[in-house]
């Protein structure tokens, strides 16, 4: 784990301090699902549904977090710019983070 360092007082010590959380917090821009969006109460079936992402960015995939019924939720064909297309193996609601 990175520490910081011992800074005096003063403009150059809020310079080293920035420096150092660019430092510390810059990998985090590289986490994809860091950047996503949730849907909630996603209704999916054995039909294709077109879920309007937002990200403007083709996702580089999908977490469920919650869903009611046992039931495998995919993407059925390549998503695009503007949507992710999402079936599930039968009647499931679902929430979903899109990232």
């Not at 390549?78 to 999402?86: E, R």
């Amino acid at each position: 784990m990175r520490r910081f360092t011992n800074t005096h007082l003063g403009m150059d010590s809020v310079a080293q301090t920035l420096r150092e959380l660019e430092i510390i917090l810059g990998p985090l821009h590289e986490v994809p699902f860091l950047s996503g969006r949730k849907f909630s109460g996603l209704e999916l079936s054995t039909t294709e549904l077109r879920v309007q992402h937002g990200l403007r960015q083709k996702p580089e995939g999908f977490i469920v977090l919650t869903q009611n019924a046992a039931q495998v939720i995919y993407e059925s064909s390549v998503s695009d710019l503007i949507f992710i297309n999402l079936k599930a193996g039968g009647a499931v609601t679902a929430d979903v983070w899109v990232f």
